[in-house]
């Protein structure tokens, strides 16, 4: 019989690639460190040869972004992802703690379920086939439906690179038949043992509610906070060229600038010389009309696109040197749809009396949008930077840095990912930058370092009334529950 019906197609392939990557991890888990990094780095070099031809066909699929920068993407997540992670040990003893006696031991976790976004498409495969394999484990993508092709050539074309270097067959794989049934099969299957969750909101929802563990991000609704101790030239180009970067569509981008009043008016014309394109009010409403849907949610037609397009969509027109579009709010919350996380080139544009207005606002917009996720404050007042650090309820705080490549570690010092925690603030289990550490369980092999108190050694006394010491009690109870059974009966 053949079946033509897509949800049925799409659980079938689920179930199938789930058992053959349980196949291929079997004798994954048992390879050498030697093995896994051979392969890792054959898969990493193979990405990044091919992260131009990527990058143009996951926009030319999409419609999402910029290609020169989602070729930059794939570059980080390949080399950049790979080379914080190369040196990590991942099999065996991974650390020996003299003084506790105790050896840790690395141990995969199995089958990953990989969800895909289609705004990061094959940056974010990359970045999850390397973190997984590096910890022995398989992992099977499930592709956005706007991008399955690209999204499976880069499945094929590591899985490739990874057999050829020595990795089993069927260890990467990735669904070619999309449906929210089968990419729910894909998750709740017996043999996936965790879910790395990138996406959509209700998507990620799923995802936690599947019975297993699973890292899932929350949406990144970035203030920008700019202190009048700020280098001015610096936040300018920042945040103008970091919003621009492949059309807004990482979700640590800024989408709102809190200027502090002192500085608002030279910020605003250091950013227009950027690129940043200030719209009036009766074109900020048109905006608010194309940029989500009646309910709030993010209209998918303006997602990753050039001011000049959200411009064309919403009936008027911006020069050609505009890279972004920028709104003049004052107001936070449903009553405000551009206060939202913008996943496009338009940014909301506030001013503050001071860097404590600055908290107050920006807690705003996170609590609205973004809890748990980043934020950026570009300023030289240490105080005011810690006074951030401290009190704002989110994992990533970016200091004179772009929101884009800041958050994922490409200009920082955090760990490279493009998979960023929101904690449990944020609905995720973590805050971190997700990497290979999260990846791989820890044994412990824990030796005695401190005799037993002696209590402990000797035998303790029956207290009164303890069946097990008196034998004719016990069988007194056991006649009494025998006759009970009997006149039931």
Known sequence: MTITDKDLLSIQEARRLVERAYEAQKIWGKATQEEVDRVCQAMAEAAYAASERLGRNAAEETGFGVPEHKKLKNEFASKHVWESIKDIKTVGVINH????????????????????????????AINKILISVKARNAIVLAPHPFAVKCTTDTAHLMAAAAEQAGAPAGLINALSKISLQGTQELMGHKRVALILATGGGPMVRVAHSMGKPAYGVGPGNVPAYVDRSADLEKAAKYIVSSKAFDFSTICATEQAVVADRPIAARLMQLMQAEGAFFVDEAQAEALRKILFHPDGEINAAATGKSPQYLAAMAGFEVPNTARILVARVNKVGHDEPLSREKLTTALAWYEVDGWEDGCDISLSLINFGGRGHSLMIHAQDEKVIMAFGLEKPVFRIGVNTMGTLGAIGLTTGVMPSLTLGSGGIGGAITGDNVNVHHLYNVKRLAYETSAPPEAALRPGSVPAGDVNADPQLLAKMVEEVVREVLNVQ
């Open 97 to 124: 703690d003299v003084a506790r006696k105790i050896y840790e031991i690395a141990w995969p976790v199995g089958v990953v379920a990989g969800l895909v976004p289609s705004t990061n498409p094959t940056s974010t």
